[in-house]
């Protein structure tokens, strides 16, 4: 559990790198960048490179537009994007609905249906040559009572593809555009002379169905922070079972049931309490919240633990050059590390409080076993006591000597910190030197056999060195993919494509 805990502020760090992902593919689209669907094949009508979408009801849309297509000529395009920046979405509907030319040349039939998700706007902008059949009044109505009660509860996939449904029947002739108006009550939940067909993952607004949770609770950000939480649960899983540096005086202390049940407070009882006893929703937001309420839990415990006991050492008589060996491996523990910035509390008491030991354990004085005055000597001085390897490793800065001596005699005292270095323990002299000076291929991998590296270990002290070989797994036939994709860009261009159609402003547009 130590290593996890040392890492923390690399994992914190990680976090805000991957939550920060889905805000850089969020990144204000212009009408120029939003994917076209008619590009690839496979995506025929809808735009959701933010993935907010579900993969099934893509497939779905798609399905009702490519059949709305092949019997009327009449184009949707779908778009769900999460910001446009400062555009406003109508704007934004009417300028890519033209770009891509939704709908055939000559009859301007085409429609785009946009959601704005930052903005909690979605607009409808309507070809010329439907404006008589998917009127504004039409199209505001199938908004508000298909469409928004879905998307207040989070449940894009049901508020999207229900209002795709209703905008087939009308250009399919299923309902004529002006008996759907005419019928439908101002108060009407749903027309009664409109069939809805009910999505898979619930058929009404606040179902209470997993799927539907997922949308309102976690959606497009939260999956990375629950993916993160994932690997982060499996690392400090990985800890509970790790062999302990026993020369480090807190790890060899540690009991067991003392880190299990830190695990299990900051695992698994944190995250149950916040996201469902409170039912705080996943999301980016709440996710970096509860990274970072999680490592200072984490990191007080410890750190409280440190200090106490540091004082049971202290308490039990040890001498002042262990104490304050003791505490300069404290000191080290977080001496460079990141979380001195981003967690001021408990660290910056923690450091003070080491300090304070330093400080004093200095000026201490130890007899030694012929009844001499031992004091600590300065770094100058204590390399008189050091051997040449020693000497090397404060050099390489992968180990600091503290040497209490007495004044005049040969008695010495000799402590070693381990300093944070990429250098480990020579196989041969046990210099702490050892380090990896070149990895390079033998073999490439091939799609068809595996490679072979080499990693070539040197020891600055004693020039031991040691070679490793190790395999390089095959490469993945990840190239179907991408034939296959070149193919059918080669066939969106010849027959899949939009028709160049335009318009002139018609259509509506709904907040939720």
């Known amino acids: 559990m130590t290593h996890l805990f040392r890492l923390l502020p690399a994992l914190f760090v990680l976090l805000l790198l991957q939550i920060c992902i889905p805000v850089t593919a969020q990144r204000k689209w212009t009408v120029k960048e939003v994917p076209d669907p008619k590009s690839t094949p496979s995506l025929n009508y809808v735009s959701n490179p933010d993935g907010v979408l579900s993969s099934s009801t893509v497939a779905e849309i798609n399905g009702y537009l490519k059949r709305l297509e092949d019997s009327t000529t009449d184009q949707v395009a779908v778009v769900v994007l999460q910001s446009i920046g400062k555009k406003v979405p109508r704007d934004f509907a009417m300028e890519l609905l033209r770009y891509w030319g939704v709908g055939r040349k000559d009859k301007n039939n085409g429609v785009l249906m946009l959601l704005v998700m930052d903005q909690r706007r979605m607009e409808f902008e309507v070809g010329y040559g439907l404006e008589g059949k998917l009127t504004d009044l039409v199209s505001k109505q199938i908004q508000e009572d298909y469409m928004v009660p879905y998307a207040k509860q989070g449940n894009y996939d049901a508020a999207v593809l229900n209002g795709v449904q209703q ?9 004529a555009g002006d008996a759907y108006a005419d019928a439908l009550p101002a108060d009407a939940a749903f027309p009664p002379d409109v069939p809805v067909q009910a999505p898979s993952y619930g058929s009404a607004p606040g179902s209470g169905s997993i799927t539907a949770l997922y949308q309102k609770h976690v959606g497009w950000g939260g999956f990375w922070v629950l993916l993160l939480y994932v690997i982060f649960f499996l690392a400090g899983l990985k800890t509970l079972f790790e062999k302990k540096d026993r020369t480090q ?25 916040v996201f469902g006893v409170a039912g705080v929703p996943v999301n980016i937001f709440t996710g ?12 007080s415990v410890t750190v409280f633990r440190l200090l106490a ?11 002042d050059d262990m104490m304050y060996f003791y505490a300069r491996q404290l000191d080290q523990r977080w001496k460079q590390s990141i979380a001195n910035k981003v967690l001021p509390f408990p660290l910056l008491y923690y450091r003070e409080r080491v300090g304070r030991y330093l400080a004093r354990l200095k000026e201490g004085m130890v007899i030694s076993d012929t009844g001499g005055e031992m004091r ?7 390399d008189h006591y050091l051997t040449d390897g020693q000497k090397l490793e404060e050099q390489l800065k992968s180990v600091d000597y503290d040497v209490w001596a007495e004044n005049g005699g040969k008695t010495f005292k000799l402590h070693g910190v381990l300093l944070s270095s990429k250098y480990s323990h020579c196989p041969r002299c046990n210099t702490m030197a050892y380090y990896l000076e070149s990895d390079r291929t033998i073999e490439p991998a091939t799609y068809s056999s595996s490679g072979v590296g080499l990693k070539v270990y040197t020891c600055k002290f004693c020039h031991y060195q040691e070679r490793k070989e190790y395999t390089i797994p095959r490469k993945s036939q990840s190239g179907s993919g991408s034939s296959s994709g ?4 080669s066939s969106s261009s010849s027959g899949s494509s939009w028709g160049g159609g335009s318009s002139g402003g018609g259509g509506a547009g709904s907040s939720w």
Do not use: M, N
């Not at 970096?288 to 990191?299: D, E, I, M, P, W």
């Not at 006991?309 to 001498?319: D, I, N, P, T, V």
């Not at 070149?486 to 860009?489: C, E, I, P």
């Open 309 to 319: 006991q540091l004082r049971r050492k202290e308490l039990q008589g040890a001498e």
């Open 249 to 273: 005086f807190f790890d060899a202390a540690r009991p067991w049931w003392f880190l299990l049940l830190r695990f299990l407070g900051c695992y698994v009882l944190l995250p149950l309490i």
């Open 376 to 382: 600590l000597l300065g770094e100058k001085q204590d």
């Open 486 to 489: 070149s193919g059918s860009s």
């Open 167 to 175: 905008v087939v029947h009308i250009l399919s002739g299923t309902v």
């Open 288 to 299: 970096v919240a509860f990274f970072y309420v999680f490592a200072l839990v984490a990191t």
